[in-house]
């Protein structure tokens, strides 16, 4: 079927993405490179979204901003009661990202809106391209944050009380941000969603390939662990009348890597990626550690012995010194998501159509399409990329060319769900 086949203008979609990338840039000294700083609701993240809030309504689209900061922006169709066909992704980034990392899934959807317009192509559905709010969920510690409430899995007053490290709320970051809209905070179930993400992995680059079809998302288990010691001089207490709480946080991170390399848990991944002491000083016992522990699993049954065993693992170890504490708060808590299979049948054939070998991935990455598939039939494209597709690192790139082929891919699945 080649009806529908539609091919966007790479060089527009190339443009948006390097302007957009100019929003929070900073000089990386570890890689010398420019990197991209927009933690969401930070003014970089705002100053972004309204950058792309213009080029949606240039693009004659509505725009509809919910309570979650979400924004909605809608191509009507020929059908008003007909429900939308959505895609969309993030603009909040990690404090060390490239251009990329949500980018592309925002920016290719308006690109898809740009080329049906000059087209004069129009559909029966209409064609919705949301922003989702911190989706990194580095900020606000927990991850998908904008579409788990739109989707229903998280309250949205749940969501609103979360803070940073500065004790800063999200209601509030929405307010002083300007992104705080109203309406409903769940979405209407949209007829179908589809997200195109860069990969952030090497899967594709090494199968020689431009796009892949995502099965799904694997399990993703955030914590966070706080370790009570007793802060004691460095020089005169007696390694036995310690309780040093560094020593405990580092013989976590050690057990989590052993945990990984046993094979026990099937394909385990661990990372404790925030480590801080206090009073952090030279010559002071470390009277508290505070770490998150990140895991992730394909298999829910093994995330959840590796939970366990992490579990019982923290218990023991604080009985292993007098006077050590230890105390876990749930991040965040997401079990494997299968995607449609109808949905990645209609990106596989329309990769097929454009001609583009593919193969067909579970992604190691979090995206708002998770949450999405609660409500609707969902699906992702990946596009390859460069440098083992390194990721959330300024380093992390995909080529002019790949983001066009995966926005084609895009643009064609979204025009024949929206004909349905
Ligand atoms: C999102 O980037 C994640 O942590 O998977
Ligand atoms: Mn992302
Ligand atoms: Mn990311």
Redesign the pocket.
């Known amino acids: 079927m080649t009806d529908s086949l539609i091919t966007i203008d790479g060089d527009r979609l190339w443009r948006s993405l390097m302007e957009l990338a100019e929003i929070g840039a900073y000089d990386d000294a570890r890689t010398g490179l420019r990197g991209v700083n927009r933690l969401a609701l930070t003014d970089a993240d705002a100053e972004g979204r309204r950058l792309v809030l213009g080029w949606f309504r240039q693009a004659g689209m509505s725009v509809r901003i919910d309570p979650m900061g979400n924004l909605i922006a809608r191509r009507d169709g020929t059908d008003p009661g007909a429900a939308p066909v959505m895609t969309g992704s993030h603009l909040d980034s990690?404090a060390t990202a490239g251009a990329f990392?949500?980018c592309l899934g925002v920016l290719g959807g308006l690109e898809v809106v740009r080329t049906l317009t000059e087209r004069g192509i129009s559909t029966r559905r209409p064609i919705e391209v949301v922003v989702f709010t911190e989706?990194?969920?580095?900020r606000f510690g927990t991850?998908?944050l904008g579409s788990a409430v739109a989707a229903g899995r998280i309250a949205i007053k749940d969501a609103h009380d979360l803070i940073d490290r500065d004790g800063l709320s999200v209601g509030a970051e929405l307010r002083r941000t300007g992104f705080a809209g109203d309406g409903p905070a769940r979405f209407d179930p949209p007829h179908a969603y589809v997200e195109c993400h860069i990969e952030?992995g090497p899967v594709l680059a090494e199968a020689g390939l431009t796009v892949g079809v995502v099965t799904g998302?694997q399990a993703?288990s955030w914590q966070e662990i706080t370790i009570s010691g007793r802060a004691a001089h460095a020089g005169t207490t007696p390694t036995e009348l310690r309780a040093d709480a560094g020593l405990a946080a580092a013989q976590i991170i050690v057990a989590l890597r052993k945990m990984v390399d046993s094979g026990s848990y099937g394909q385990l991944r661990a990372t404790v990626g925030h480590l801080a002491v206090h009073p952090d000083l030279t010559n002071i016992v470390p009277a508290r550690a505070q770490l998150t522990v990140?895991l992730?699993n394909p298999d829910d049954e093994q995330m959840a012995r590796a939970e366990a065993d992490l579990a019982g693992y923290l218990a023991g170890l604080e009985g292993s010194q007098p006077g050590l504490g230890l105390s876990t708060r749930r991040m965040a808590r997401t079990s494997h998501v299968p995607f449609d299979h109808g949905i990645q049948k209609a990106i596989a054939t329309a990769a097929d159509d454009h001609g583009l070998a593919h193969l067909s991935l579970l992604?190691?990455?979090?995206?708002d399409a998770q949450e999405m598939a609660a409500i609707c039939p969902t699906a992702m494209i990946f596009v390859r990329g460069e440098y083992d597709g390194i990721?959330?690192n300024p380093r992390e790139y995909s080529t002019p060319q790949a983001c066009a082929r995966g926005i084609d891919v895009l643009a064609t699945t979204l025009v024949r769900l929206a004909g349905e």
């Open positions: 990690v990392d949500g989706e990194e969920g580095v991850d998908m952030q998302v993703i990140d992730r992604s190691g990455a979090g995206h990721s959330h």
